[in-house]
């Protein structure tokens, strides 16, 4: 099938346009009806086409991975003209023998990924199928340079991903934690936000706290009064006004943690690494800082700051 445009007297004004499917007889007697010629048209010109890229009108198969889609060439140039499959499509026989036995165009892609990606080259939207992964479909408008389309999978990507949750942890949630991991296993919760939270008399022996927020806005501090912090790793957290009171925390890691106004009295910290640590108006009095280090302080530490 075809489409041409039709003129009478060889004008170029008023054309109608008609679909020509057999002989030139047939499009002689379609011209007189369509024009309202009384006689029939017994001689033709052809002037133009329809369709000024005709070429683009044609079908055409494409081997995607083994799967067969059919298509006109129109809908794989016109959308996104600057796009790979418009320069591979925009004129004919530029494939050469890259073709299969049907004589369908080969590309060694995912059929399910390319499917999306064709319907939206046909109508413009971006239709996905419960179980097709978007991140494919990305990695094939990539591939294919359909740039319009990648941006609107990275914007509907980042839109599906949940938001961070900072809010705070609970004790019940920490303790729970920690009665699921066995006692010889490391315990991680690095980054945890845990915002007041208490854990007296709490043991988590060699545990990985590194990064973690023990601070609340609210003024409510977190307390692990007499805790079993015995190796732990909190390195780099955020503990302002924290109770540590009588805690052990022998051999610990404290790096450039945030002690202000932490009350570390009584606290074992024999061997502690507190360098780079912030204890401004922390109370320390009592606590056993034997082998700690205390190098690159943020602060200077006052001798009535630790009387033992």
Known sequence: MRRVTLFVNGTSKNGK???????????????????????????????ESADQHGAHTDWLTLNIGGRSFTTTRSTLVSKEPESMLAHMFREKDVWG???????????????????????????GQLIINEGINIRGVLE???????????????ATIKSSQPPEDHSPISRKEFVRFLLATPTKSELRCQGANLQGVKMLCTNAEGASLKGCNFEDPSGLKANLEGANLKGVDME?????????????????????????????????????????????????????????????????????????
């Open 140 to 154: 094939e408008a990539r591939f294919f340079g359909i740039e319009q389309l990648a941006e609107q999978l990275e």
């Open 236 to 308: 780099g957290s955020q503990m302002t006004g924290i109770n540590l009171r009588v805690a052990t925390l022998k051999n610990a890691k404290l790096k450039n943690c945030n002690l202000r106004g932490a009350t570390l009295a009584g606290t074992d910290l024999e061997n502690c690494d507190l360098s780079g640590c912030d204890l401004q108006e922390a109370n320390l009095r009592g606590s056993n800082v034997k082998g700690a280090i205390f190098e690159e302080m943020l602060t200077p530490l006052h001798m009535s700051q630790s009387v033992r």
């Open 17 to 47: 346009v008609v679909a020509v499917y057999g002989t030139l007889p047939d499009l002689l007697s379609v011209a007189s009806n369509k024009l309202g010629i009384k006689d029939r048209v017994k001689t033709t010109t052809i002037i």
């Open 97 to 123: 023998n890259k073709r299969d036995e049907h004589g369908a165009y080969l590309i060694d892609r995912s059929p399910e990924y390319f499917e999306p990606i064709l319907n939206y080259l046909r109508h």
